[in-house]
């Protein structure tokens, strides 16, 4: 939004990270707001989401007077879907030029090559992973990527590391966040796998870096495997 409709923005979390250089108030993080803060800026519109946000949170800000607009995003049509939806309500008249190169990015996407099996940790002690009706699922399955979790009852289930190693995936795909997976913490965990290191921008992020999403999570897929 910072980009799209400059000044508009007057406050963003504290893990808001893009652009480069945001100068705004932060008003704490999506699960511990500081409600006070954000009620002080006196905005407009308070864009939150139906997964990072609790309620409680949302219900205050509202019984203050603040419009609240909730987002919910499960795959990546519904994404770009909200995506404008959340322009429009910020008043961004023109449809920014990173919205249908996004668009344009997932509509053509070729069939996968091969279809392969993994499990995605989002987080270690304890091991969380990937599991129904997620949007990362989704940005996974759409590139030939079937995560072994996808019909758990949980959406992020806790999964014992011997489970996960014993559920055999074809590859371990590792986020850099929200737990930050890197290069000498996460394979380990997972000897004898081949383990694919990925940006969690956009692996779980839905905005302007959905537009090379594909390609960037694709490379990275696919240098596990070398």
């Known amino acids: 939004m910072a980009v799209s409709a400059p000044g508009v923005l007057v406050g963003a979390t504290d893990w808001c990270s893009h652009p480069a250089g945001l100068d705004v108030t932060r008003v704490g993080g999506t699960k511990n707001p500081k409600a006070d803060r954000v009620i002080d800026l006196a905005p407009d519109l308070v864009i939150a989401n139906e997964e990072e946000n609790r309620e409680p949170d949302?219900?205050?800000?509202?019984?203050?007077?603040?419009?609240?607009?909730?987002?919910?995003v499960r795959d990546v049509p519904q994404a770009l879907r909200e995506l404008a939806r959340v322009l429009a309500a910020c008043g961004v008249r023109a449809r920014p030029r990173w919205l249908d190169e996004a668009e344009e990015a997932w509509s053509s996407l070729p069939p996968p090559e091969r279809r392969t099996t993994a499990v995605v940790p989002i987080w270690r002690r304890p091991w969380m992973v990937l599991g129904r009706d997620t949007f990362a699922g989704d940005v996974l399955?759409?590139?030939?990527?079937d995560h072994l979790y996808a019909t758990h009852e949980d959406r992020y289930p806790r999964i014992p590391l011997d489970d996960l190693r014993a559920a055999a995936p074809d590859v371990v795909v590792l986020p850099d966040e929200p737990y930050r997976f890197t290069a000498d913490d996460g394979p380990e965990a997972f000897p004898g796998l081949p383990c694919a290191l990925v940006s969690?921008?956009?692996?779980?992020?839905?905005?302007?870096?959905?537009?090379?999403?594909?390609?960037?999570?694709?490379?990275?897929?696919?240098?596990?495997?070398?």
């Open 58 to 72: 949302l219900a205050a800000l509202r019984a203050a007077g603040v419009e609240v607009l909730v987002t919910e």
């Open 141 to 145: 399955a759409r590139l030939g990527v």
């Open 200 to 226: 969690g921008r956009h692996l779980t992020w839905y905005g302007p870096s959905l537009a090379e999403a594909p390609r960037v999570l694709a490379e990275a897929l696919r240098a596990a495997h070398r």
